[in-house]
């Protein structure tokens, strides 16, 4: 055991002939050499090239002597080759799935169904950079009741689903009675 309880390997560093140890750090386990300060010798475990998770059967168009395999990688799915790391060949595995709702701000492009980096869904006009509209939830085709924005949203409102009204400063709930102010009159 080394100084900080980490079992030592049969393994010896390359570079000082002392012994190696397992640790670990924010990319993954890797062996350490436990005379550092004085030797900084370590070597990962393993790559963050990715996992295989399929051979796609295809020449890889970068460098035509690998094959085109898809790999489940630190930030999801994404398509490499085979020969990495003397090819970095990588290709996004498809393409965003698109809604058939027409965008309601510039009537020209479509919503398609996009992921933040942070993982999270979200619903934009495939006209970006030229039209920004991205709403968060799920869109329904409807027009609101007060101000007649042509696109709702399903919302989970009390435990239940509700449709609300896409364009941010109106936000109505589609199907509630009026204000009670507006009743009085």
């Given at each position: 055991m080394s100084k900080d309880n980490t079992p030592n390997t049969h393994e010896r560093c390359p570079e000082c002939g002392s012994a190696l140890a397992f640790k670990s750090g924010k990319r993954g386990p890797f062996l350490a050499c436990t005379a550092y300060p004085d030797c900084h010798y370590t070597k990962a475990l393993h790559h963050g090239d990715g996992h295989v998770v399929k051979v796609l059967g295809v020449a890889c168009p970068a460098c035509h002597q690998g094959e085109l395999v898809l790999r489940q990688g630190r930030f999801g799915?994404?398509?490499?080759?085979?020969?990495?790391?003397?090819?970095?060949?990588?290709?996004?595995?498809d393409e965003p799935d698109h809604t058939t709702l027409t965008c309601p701000a510039c009537h020209k492009g479509e919503l398609v169904e996009r992921t933040s980096r942070y993982g999270k869904r979200f619903f934009a006009c495939d006209q970006y950079p030229k039209c920004h509209f991205a709403v968060n939830a799920q869109p329904i085709a409807g027009t609101c009741e007060q101000c007649g924005f042509a696109l709702l949203v399903e919302?989970?409102?009390?435990?239940?689903?509700?449709?609300?009204?896409?364009?941010?400063p109106c936000s109505a709930i589609q199907g509630e009675p009026a204000a009670e102010s507006e009743s009085e009159d």
């Open positions: 799915m994404f398509i490499g080759c085979d020969q990495f790391p003397q090819c970095t060949h990588i290709e996004k595995p919302r989970k409102k009390g435990g239940k689903m509700v449709y609300q009204c896409a364009d941010k």
